[in-house]
């Protein structure tokens, strides 16, 4: 008598926890779209408010990362709020990669809306009666 081999079988619906795989759930379908369309709008709209403000901050980091100078004026920068971590990040990432402070305010724009929307998803996950099921019957 020939050993009998075990063979695991393939469960039919394993992934039905999770969407499948490959298949987008409606909110990661329409957030990217959302994202996309935002995305496509922001680089055809010229930076308006206080996106020059934060353009001079990154240019003044990217000149002297330690002991920037004011952002709107030939003084010192020390205690200025618009120095911030953030800040930081840009102007090292404008000087690693030779951008200047308006291209790197415009980089960070879709990167701004992907944080918003990935947070408001875990947000809206933190906020449902069982955590880790769906509660909309729509999604399932």
């Known amino acids: 008598m020939s050993a009998g081999v075990t063979v695991r079988r393939t469960v039919r619906g394993a992934t039905a926890l999770r969407g499948g795989v ?6 990661q379908f329409f957030g990217v779209l959302f994202w996309l369309v935002l995305t496509l709008t922001y680089w055809r709209i010229p930076l308006c408010c206080d996106a020059g403000q934060h353009a001079a901050v990154v240019e003044r980091l990217e000149a002297d990362l330690l002991h920037p100078a004011h952002s709107m004026a030939d003084l ?20 690693l990669t030779g951008l200047s402070g308006w291209e790197v ?5 879709p990167v701004h809306l992907l944080v918003l929307l990935t947070g408001i998803g875990r947000f809206v996950r933190t906020l449902t009666r069982a955590p880790g099921r769906r509660s909309w019957p729509w999604c399932s």
């Open 22 to 27: 490959g298949r987008p759930t409606p909110y």
């Open 76 to 95: 010192p920068g020390e205690g200025s709020p618009y120095y911030g971590p953030y800040a930081v990040a840009q102007g090292v990432l404008a000087r």
């Open 105 to 109: 305010v415009k980089l960070a724009g």
